[in-house]
Each structure stands twice: as C-alpha cells, then as structure tokens.
C-alpha cells in the first residue's frame, strides 16, 4: 500500500516549455487534489476533482491545466512554465467529503 | 472563507523543554482542525486532528492540542521536545459543511521548530 505517489520527485524547466506532474493514490479515493507550496505561504489549493471526471478551480489555477484520468490518477500540467511557478508540488487525496487527506512526498520544480 | 494565522514563523526551543505553537483561525462557519508536520525534503504527515467531542485531541509522537472556541484558537503542544521533532508544522481549517470542496485546506504559514541540544 503505496499511498499517494507523485512523479517525478525534481524537475527543472526553462521559461515556456511544458510538462505534466503525475499523481497516483491506490486508497480508492473519490477526492484529488493540488496544492504548491512556497516560501512563508504555507500550501494553496491549485485544483481538485471530487471524482473521476470532474475537476475544480482552488485559490491559485492560473497557468495550470488538470486531468482525472481515472479514480485513481490526477494530473497536473504546465502548458508554458514561467519562473512564478517554481515551487513544491504536493498532491493530496482523501475520501468521503474530503476532510482527512494524505499528502504524497512532493515534486520540486524549478523554471529558470 | 476561512484564514489561518500561525503568530510564530520560527520557534527555537531546547531539548526536553516544553513547546507550544500558536494557531489562530478566522472562519464564518463551523470548522474542522487540522495540524500537519512536515518533516526536511518530505510530504506532509498528520499529526492531529479537531472533528468533534473533546476539545483537547492526542496526536502522533507525544502532540496534543487544544480547541478552543471562544478564542478561535488550537494551539499544538508537547511537554518535553526531542531532537527529531525539528520540522515545519503546519495548522489547517475545512468548512464543516462543505468538507474538501472548492476551498480545500486552508493552510497557515507554517511554524518552523528548531530543537537545540
């Protein structure tokens, strides 16, 4: 029982390419989620789904596209990265309304 | 909308001291409570967690914090700190009636804990 997987652990960028941070949770639950993680700002939602195909705007979506591609596998990409999105990405999932979530280990992306 | 305010960004403490860190929430409607660890390099881990019944709530690794109404506050606490508690501890607030919605977890900032020998 793996939890919740993020690939890949780091990632470095140059400004305008493009790439997709992968999420996959084997608890069987309904809820996904993506948050970043900065410097003094503690984490902010970008996305969730509440279930396989759906998803929803968080606090912070600009720049970002998601994907539930199934119950068990969120995806989050970058269409052209810009240094504002360097950051730690975390990927969460929970069951039921969502209230206890469990959190993979993060990618670290850096966009120079 | 909720907000999360952790009043201290960093708190130094000496080994075996007692700990307190301070979390102070802002919220419209009913909440659930939340404190995370992190720990260097990795995801974040629960540590505790305010639903319902007894406002004072046990954690992992000797936590325990206080739900207190009144004073919109759930402070973490630990009477005797060890080396390996160093981390960032993290307090987190869900609307109690929407659960994991639009707004997720409202996080604060974040406390980091430093443990002296």
């Known amino acids: 029982n793996a939890g919740v997987t993020q690939t890949p652990k780091f990632q470095v960028l140059k400004t305008g390419q493009s790439m997709t941070l992968q999420c996959a949770q084997d608890?069987?639950?309904?809820?996904m989620y993506w948050y970043r993680q900065d410097p003094g700002m503690g984490l902010r939602l970008i996305y969730y789904s509440a279930s396989e195909g759906t998803t929803d705007k968080g606090e912070v979506p600009n720049g970002y596209n998601v994907s539930r591609l199934n119950k068990r596998e969120f995806s989050l990409r970058l269409e052209s990265a810009a240094p504002s999105q360097t950051s730690v990405y975390f990927c969460?999932?929970?069951?039921?309304?969502?209230?206890?979530?469990?959190f993979g280990p993060g990618t670290r992306l850096t966009v120079t | 909308a909720q907000s999360v305010t952790q009043l201290d960004s960093q708190v130094p403490v000496f080994e075996e001291a007692p700990v307190e860190l301070r979390c102070n929430y802002s919220?419209?409607?009913?909440?659930?409570l939340f404190w995370y660890v992190q720990y260097p390099n990795q995801g974040l881990q629960l540590l505790l967690k305010?639903?319902?019944?007894?406002?004072l709530v046990k954690g992992i690794n000797g936590f325990e914090a206080e739900f207190n109404k009144s004073q919109t506050s759930f402070h973490l606490r630990k009477p005797s700190v060890h080396i390996s508690d160093t981390a960032e501890y993290f307090c987190?607030?869900?609307?109690?009636?929407?659960?994991?919605?639009?707004?997720?977890?409202?996080f604060g900032k974040g406390t980091h804990l430093i443990i002296q020998p």
């Open positions: 969460a999932s929970a069951d039921g309304r969502g209230v206890e979530q469990y």
């Open positions: 919220s419209s409607v009913s909440v659930y």
């Open positions: 608890m069987n639950h309904n809820s």
């Open positions: 987190a607030v869900i609307d109690m009636y929407s659960g994991g919605g639009a707004d997720g977890l409202t």
């Open positions: 305010y639903l319902s019944g007894s406002t």
